[in-house]
């Protein structure tokens, strides 16, 4: 957990040329930040490929031991049976 006076650090993003003058530009014109530009790009952009996403999470987790109910053991600290006397966690396909 961190401490409550404890703050992330700004990190600079570095971007080519051309994309900044877009950056640039676009925040001009909508009459915001180019830091809220950003922000609001990378949000809608992950918003819009979240199945994606989701399929890549899911691959990786097939990757511990081909069992869903692993993943979400190692993930929640549960026991297999623990989860299985939640429910259980269903198919990779559900």
């Known amino acids: 957990m ?3 006076h404890a703050t992330k650090r700004q ?3 570095k971007v080519d ?18 830091k809220d530009l950003v922000a609001t790009a990378v949000r809608a952009y992950l918003d819009d490929q979240r199945e994606q996403i989701r399929r ?6 097939k990757i511990l031991d081909g069992s869903l109910s692993s993943g979400v053991s190692l ?9 299985e006397e939640l429910g259980g966690t269903g198919d990779w396909e559900e």
Not at 56 to 61: D, R, V, Y
């Open 2 to 4: 961190t401490p409550p």
């Open 11 to 13: 990190a600079p993003l």
């Open 17 to 34: 040329p051309a994309t900044d003058e877009l950056i640039t530009q676009g925040a001009h014109f909508l009459g915001m930040t180019k």
């Open 56 to 61: 890549g999470m899911l691959e990786s987790m």
């Open 75 to 83: 993930l929640t600290g549960f026991s297999p049976e623990r989860i």
